[in-house]
């Protein structure tokens, strides 16, 4: 599809407006400036046209801030790649700087350009915006994106303005299985993502909270073909002191709740800790596949049992759930990250395993009829029949004359006996007993 990217220095309201065009409120908004760092990518359809857009963060210059020269590279990238640059300004304080800099960036880069110019809330504003044409780039749009306003005028310029490829709807992402790299902040999920993909497609510095939004990537190397979804580094609720950061927190809740599979990173050096736990427990509660990475095994001192004792030790922590996949990785220095992607894909595929009938019923009822059901109260329970049922994960009905008699252990020996039976490593289970 084509790709629009909003351009324009820090606090003009370009996540407002990505929010905005893509109909949901998928970036995060604040009064604070720079909230924006990584690029973020949406969807818009308009007038039956369909185009994808991406929002950037406020491009500044000779700033103190660590983060500055990090932006201004994802804003570059951004505009090389787009279709179409849309140059977000803001009347209330007129041209900038900053203005003039971008405007001057954008002239050279051969692409087309749209102007608009934010925050004309009321009529008597709408003589602040003519002021933008000495920026010499064409037509000027006055819109409010926090209301709405004359963002149809903006929206049928921009489709004019696109190729026409715009117009075909890319149908292929929706379906594809979304992949969630979860965590607490600086175990190196953004490092994870970068090192997969071969570009610094993700913001990475030493400072703990660096990515703020949660981050879809389309992949598609090595035979592998999904959406990986970077998250914002998850802290206790009691360490949680800033809008900004519970906001994070919140999208990367709802990155997991959206996903198939979270892969869960830890540092190898403070190993599975209770926020970890936490993670995992939410994961679990989603019923979502997971696989666990090791992150920064190289700074380890390792002898030829550390690794087996190790995962003896994770796998100690999560139980029961023993089957989950455990991978040992430095993400620094390349070490086992395609395997990742592997234990992965093979989790989805087994979280996506459906098993017909007749295989069920002739692999579990031999089972059930050499250890059956404890007898209660003098009545005796027969299982007669099992199905898989219809849902997003793993799940299992088993009928019988008496369901309400079946005591939680012996659901447990029948999600072993299906687990021994099928490949279900690293997938969530559930066990229904129904009447017959």
């Known amino acids: 599809m084509s790709l629009v990217a909003i351009v324009g220095r820090p606090n003009v309201g370009k996540s407002t407006l990505f929010n905005r065009l893509v109909g949901m409120r998928q970036a995060i908004v604040d009064e604070t400036s720079g909230v924006t760092r990584d690029r973020h990518y949406g969807k818009c359809e308009w007038c039956g046209h ?27 990238l951004a505009v090389e790649e787009a279709d179409l640059v849309l140059f977000l300004v803001e009347a209330q304080t007129g041209i900038t700087d900053y203005d003039s800099e971008i405007a001057d960036l954008l002239r050279r880069c051969g692409k087309p350009v749209v102007t608009a110019v934010n925050k004309i809330d009321s009529g008597e504003k709408i003589y602040d915006a003519f002021q933008f044409y000495s920026l010499g780039l064409g037509e000027i749009f006055s819109i409010s994106a926090a209301n709405g306003g004359g963002t149809g005028e903006l929206l049928d310029e921009i489709v004019r303005v696109l190729p026409e490829d715009g117009t075909t709807p890319d149908k292929d992402h929706p379906e594809l299985p979304h992949i969630t790299i979860v965590g607490k902040p600086n175990v190196g999920k953004s490092s994870l ?13 030493p ?33 949680v002191h800033e809008d900004l950061e519970f906001y994070s927190v919140m999208r990367s809740i709802r990155a997991i709740e959206h996903s198939d599979v979270c892969i869960l990173m830890i540092d190898a050096r403070t190993g599975l800790e209770a926020q970890d736990m936490s993670i995992f427990n939410l994961i679990q509660r989603n019923r979502k596949g997971c696989v666990i990475v090791v992150n920064k095994w190289d700074l380890i001192e390792k002898d030829s049992n550390t690794m087996k004792e190790y995962r003896e030790a994770l796998q100690s922590r999560i139980s029961p759930f023993n089957d989950i996949p455990i991978v040992f990785t430095s993400v620094i220095n390349r070490q086992r990250i395609l395997d990742v992607l592997n234990a992965a894909a093979d989790v989805y595929a087994n979280y996506s395993r459906k098993i017909s ?14 250890f059956p059901p404890p007898a209660w109260k ?49 997938c969530p289970m559930e066990i229904f007993f129904r009447q017959k």
Do not use: W
């Open 50 to 76: 369909e185009f994808s857009v991406v929002d950037t963060g406020g491009y500044t210059s000779n700033s103190d801030d660590i983060f500055e020269e990090e932006i201004r590279k994802q804003v570059v």
């Open 193 to 205: 993502i970068n090192a997969l993909l071969g570009v610094d497609r993700n913001i990475v510095t």
């Open 207 to 239: 400072l703990a909270g660096t990515t703020r939004d949660s981050i879809s990537t389309y992949y598609n190397k090595f035979g592998h073909n999904f959406m990986l979804v970077d998250t914002a580094g998850m802290r206790k609720k009691n360490k």
């Open 357 to 370: 009938t007749s295989v069920l019923n002739e692999a579990m009822l031999p089972e059930i009829e050499n």
């Open 378 to 426: 003098g009545k005796y329970i027969k299982i007669k029949y099992v199905t898989q049922l219809p849902t997003r994960f793993p799940s299992f009905a088993f009928f019988c004359n008496l369901p309400q008699y079946i005591r939680e252990p012996y659901k447990r020996f029948i999600e072993n006996k299906l687990r021994s039976k099928f490949d279900f490593s690293g």
